[in-house]
């Protein structure tokens, strides 16, 4: 890609209203626009980052056998009483009324997607059915003031099971929770699991995934080895009590939820009478799972983790490209720089050439401030076929052989 064609340039204004960390980057970076709190468009860049977690998850939802649906977004209202969510999450939802008939924008999806097993699953040998989505969720969040942390309108990958027992409910559940751990450590994110409560969702315990950081809106009190973690909405114990297993004192920490899941059993499908034959041909209300990952709250969360003071250090599994390419003298390095372009792209590598007429310092800037992994400059200086290669997280410089870069790109 053509940085000149690119749509959605960097810029060196700081957004007065925007107070997060993640939002000023972004901003500023060209991959997001914002509409309104809580609101904002994914520019090309944005888009990119987002289209690669996306990918990362669908990889491991697959893998533990879930199929990937897509789910609408304008509700009636009818499907929302019959599990009475309709008064009892009115806060949180958007509704509406045109003409005479009432209707909601999807905050969550449990009520559509049991709708859905209703109608098309009868018999036990037919689940458990795992399904999952993305799509955007809509919230009447109050304070919309983390920039993407927490949108009013925002992307979630939403996955959900049925289960013909708790058993069955449970081990699925567990395998969900290490799926996620593996997404967030592919995604660059070390998450913690950590036991927390249900909010409007349910009254049972959820596991929420945490990663700490002071941009966070939540706090959890975790043991450093690994072996305990709450949410202090819910926690039992106080931080700096000694850990049970002799790990030193329990640490209180900001963090940021980037994932969340829920078993709600039968409570909602016995009000909805999502219901199985079971062996003997007996009906009986299935056991419902729920989990949730945010991806631009993930990317957010990437950004509050990933930067200096000159911008964002993308981890290169959810850059929005693999090298940032830049020519630094105007006459002569033309060819060379186009060459160069060229073998990367073929070569399988996501390049981004800054094939603009400015300063080399101007470009420089940029690099830091889009923060793709991997720096290539082309100049007379390193000479005909050759590239210096930098890393965005080292100041360090070293003379490649294209052809190496390539090679070292495209692995
Ligand atoms: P929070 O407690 O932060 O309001 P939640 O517990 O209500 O979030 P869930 O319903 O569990 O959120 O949603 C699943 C995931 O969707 C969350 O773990 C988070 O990653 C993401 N998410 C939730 N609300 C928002 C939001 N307003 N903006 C961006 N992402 C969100
Ligand atoms: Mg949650």
């Avoid at 509406?96 to 559509?112: C, M, N, P, Q, V």
């Avoid at 700096?240 to 829920?262: M, Y």
């Avoid at 080292?394 to 003379?399: A, E, G, Q, V």
Wanted: charged share 30%.
């Amino acid at each position: 890609m053509r940085y000149s064609q690119l749509f959605g340039k960097t810029s060196r204004q700081v957004p007065k209203d925007e107070t997060a960390v993640n939002a000023k980057l972004l901003l500023r970076g060209g991959f997001v626009d914002k509409l309104m709190a809580g609101s904002y468009s994914l520019m090309p860049l944005g888009l990119r980052v987002v289209k690669k977690i996306e990918q990362i998850i669908r990889e491991e939802m697959n893998a533990t056998g879930a199929q990937e649906i897509l789910m609408p977004l304008l509700h009636p209202k009818s499907i929302w009483n019959e599990t009475g969510r309709w008064e009892t999450a009115r806060e949180v939802m958007y509704q509406f009324k045109k003409g005479d008939r009432e209707y909601a924008l999807s905050f969550t999806h449990e009520e559509i997607l049991l709708d859905l097993v209703r109608k098309h699953v009868q018999t036990y040998h037919e689940f458990p059915v795992k399904l999952y989505h993305f799509s955007t969720k809509f919230r009447n969040e109050p304070r919309a003031k983390s920039g993407v942390l927490r949108g009013r309108e925002f992307l979630m990958k939403d996955l959900y099971s049925v289960h013909t027992s708790q058993e069955d409910l449970d081990k699925y559940y567990e395998e969900v929770a290490d799926a996620y751990i593996t997404v967030f450590e592919r995604i660059g994110l070390k998450a913690l699991k950590v036991e927390a409560a249900g909010g409007v969702f349910t009254k049972e315990h959820t596991h929420e995934f945490q990663v700490l950081s002071e941009a966070g809106e939540d706090e959890i009190i975790y043991c450093p080895g690994g072996d305990f973690a709450q949410n202090t909405e819910i926690a039992t114990v106080k931080e700096g009590k000694q850990c049970d297993l002799g790990h030193g004192p329990l640490l209180k920490v900001k963090a940021i939820e980037v994932g969340n899941i829920f078993r709600f059993g039968t409570v909602y499908s016995e009000k909805m009478n999502v219901m199985f034959a079971d062996r003997g041909g007996t009906r009986k209300p299935a056991f419902l799972g729920s989990y949730g990952i945010g991806l631009t709250r993930a990317m957010g969360a990437i950004v509050e983790i990933y930067h200096d003071e000159r911008g964002i250090i993308w981890p290169a599994a959810v850059s929005p490209f693999d090298a940032h390419l830049v020519h630094v003298e105007d006459s002569g390095t033309e060819p060379w720089v186009k060459e160069a372009y060229d073998k990367l792209t073929k070569g399988g590598v996501e390049v981004l050439w800054d094939d603009r007429q400015v300063s080399a310092g101007e470009k420089f800037a940029d690099c830091d401030l889009i923060g793709i992994p991997v720096r290539l400059v082309v100049s007379k200086k390193v000479g005909e076929g050759k590239v210096e290669w930098k890393e965005r997280t080292s100041d360090k410089t070293t003379i490649v052989d294209l052809a190496t870069a390539v090679k070292k790109l495209s692995s």
